[in-house]
Each structure stands twice: as structure tokens, then as C-alpha cells.
């Protein structure tokens, strides 16, 4: 049976979308989910997202990772998804929808989409790193010389070791380049190697270059391998408030795949 998909694009990290409304897609087969997630094999992407009817707000996002396992928040797949949604003429200019860490507000203005995050409450703060859940866990790291270093390697020993373990981390390495912008490389669990960006890697850094007082203000720029996205918060306190993850969202292209 031929099946209607999208790709979409938030700076460079890339994502198959479903419309699921109908529930036709089998959510459990994470075999399918790796293969449409296959860059040789299948159409490619770093996961895969679903969007869903919700009953209470304008639709659901359902995420997976490229592994085939679902998994906790996406934020440019949240961003992406706000793009579909318009798309798909369920929303106009500003939504309100539901994720696996509750519920979700966003605008979108001519591709670019501002998607507000959970509060954050707790940042845990160590000799050389930071650790906090920005829907996602994430582990942030200060490095000399961003662009030489072994993402992939680094990144895979800090997922998998202690206090990690099984259910691992994302991996976050981090270089300022002045008071309020930070270059920014990103090990993703559940893909398993470095993505051109992630959306909730770079709230985490954003907050955690705040906190160690790195920088002072409450709008921080994030160079990332894809592109450019801004977080925007206000400090409370416990933690932060009204964070606004911001960046372009942009449909790559429309196909039809036999699964």
C-alpha cells in the first residue's frame, strides 16, 4: 500500500512526518520506523513524527527517534511539526498542541517558528559540566576548538558512562564566541551520532551558559552545524520561565513510499 509522507527541516535536523490523524500508522513497528529513518534504504531523517488528533487542543505530536523507539521531546521536531500543522490547514499563525512533556504554545510567521518550552526547575552544575532536562536530558560541556573536535567519539562516552548508563543522555559541547552567542555540537541518543542541530541540546546550553554565568542575558544565539536558533527566557526562582526556542522550519520535500 502507498503511503503519503513529508521531510521537514529545522537547521539541518530532519524529520519524515506523517499525518496520523486516520491512526492507519503502526506506531509499534520499529522496524518500519528505522527503515523510513535510513538514509541509504529509506527517505532519511533523524526521527520520525507522527501528528495526531487531540481532543482537548489543535493535535497531538507523537516522536521517534531514528533507532524506531519513541522518545522524549524534540524541540525542532516541535518546531517542524507547528510548520506541518500550517501546512495541513489545521492552524493559522499560532497553536496550542500536546507532546510526550505535556503541552506546547507556538507561532509561525513565514517559516519561522517560535515554540515555547517547559519551565526548567533544576540545572545541576559540576566541575566540567552542567546537567538538566529540557524536555530531553542533556549534558553540556565548554571545549576549545569546536570544529576539530571528535563530536561522535567524545559524545559516545559521555551517553553511555556513568551516571547515564542504560538510559543515556544527549551530549552537548559548547564554545563561546561572545557575551550572548554560543557555538554548539550535539550527540543525540536514539540516533546514535552527531545531528546538525537540536532543539532542545541548545534551550539546555542556553540555560546552562546562564547559570554558570557565562553570559547575562536572557536572549542567547546558538551557531549550530545547520544553521542559527535563538532561546529567549526569563530567570525565576527556581530555575527559568518562558523559554521560547526560535528558527526557521522549512518542508524539504513530499513523497510517496509502499510500506
Known amino acids: 500500500m502507498t503511503h503519503t509522507f513529508y521531510k521537514y527541516q529545522g537547521t539541518g535536523n530532519d524529520f519524515v512526518f506523517i499525518d496520523n490523524r486516520q491512526e492507519l500508522f503502526n506506531k509499534n513497528n520499529t522496524k518500519l520506523i528505522a527503515h523510513l529513518c535510513d538514509r541509504r534504504f529509506g527517505v532519511g531523517a533523524d526521527g520520525l513524527i507522527l501528528l495526531e488528533n487531540d481532543p482537548n487542543v489543535d493535535f497531538k505530536m507523537v516522536y521517534f527517534n531514528a533507532d524506531g523507539n519513541q522518545s522524549t521531546m524534540c524541540g525542532n521536531g516541535g518546531r517542524c511539526i507547528v510548520a506541518f500543522a500550517e501546512m495541513l490547514n489545521i492552524i493559522?499563525?499560532?497553536?496550542?498542541?500536546?507532546?510526550?512533556?505535556?503541552?506546547?504554545?507556538?507561532?509561525?510567521?513565514?517559516?519561522?517558528?517560535?515554540?515555547?518550552?517547559?519551565?526548567v526547575n533544576t540545572i545541576e552544575v559540576f566541575d566540567k559540566h552542567t546537567f538538566l532536562n529540557t524536555g530531553s536530558p542533556h549534558?553540556?560541556?565548554?571545549?576549545?576548538?569546536?570544529?576539530?573536535f571528535n563530536v561522535k567519539t567524545e559524545g559516545s562516552k559521555i551517553r553511555y558512562g556513568a551516571p547515564y548508563n542504560q538510559e543515556g543522555t544527549n551530549v552537548n559541547f559548547v564554545e563561546q564566541l561572545d557575551d550572548n552567542?554560543?557555538?554548539?555540537?550535539?550527540?543525540?541518543?536514539?540516533?546514535?551520532?552527531?545531528?546538525?542541530?537540536?532543539?532542545?541540546?541548545?534551550?539546555?546550553?542556553?540555560?546552562?551558559?546562564?547559570?554558570v554565568g557565562k553570559t547575562n542575558t536572557e536572549e542567547v544565539t546558538l551557531n549550530v552545524e545547520g544553521g542559527t536558533l535563538k532561546i529567549s527566557f526569563n530567570k525565576a526562582e527556581n530555575g527559568y520561565k518562558n523559554i521560547w526556542l526560535q528558527g526557521p522550519a522549512t518542508l524539504v520535500f513530499k513523497g510517496e513510499m509502499s510500506w
Not at 97 to 117: C, P, Q, R, W, Y
Not at 139 to 148: F, G, R, S, T, W
Open 92 to 119: 493559522n499563525k499560532e497553536t496550542t498542541f500536546n507532546a510526550i512533556d505535556g503541552l506546547h504554545e507556538a507561532t509561525i510567521k513565514n517559516g519561522f517558528v517560535k515554540l515555547k518550552m517547559q519551565d
Open 181 to 211: 552567542t554560543f557555538a554548539v555540537r550535539t550527540y543525540e541518543r536514539g540516533v546514535e551520532d552527531e545531528t546538525l542541530s537540536c532543539g532542545t541540546g541548545v534551550t539546555a546550553v542556553a540555560l546552562a551558559m546562564h547559570k
Open 139 to 148: 549534558h553540556v560541556a565548554l571545549v576549545d576548538n569546536i570544529k576539530e
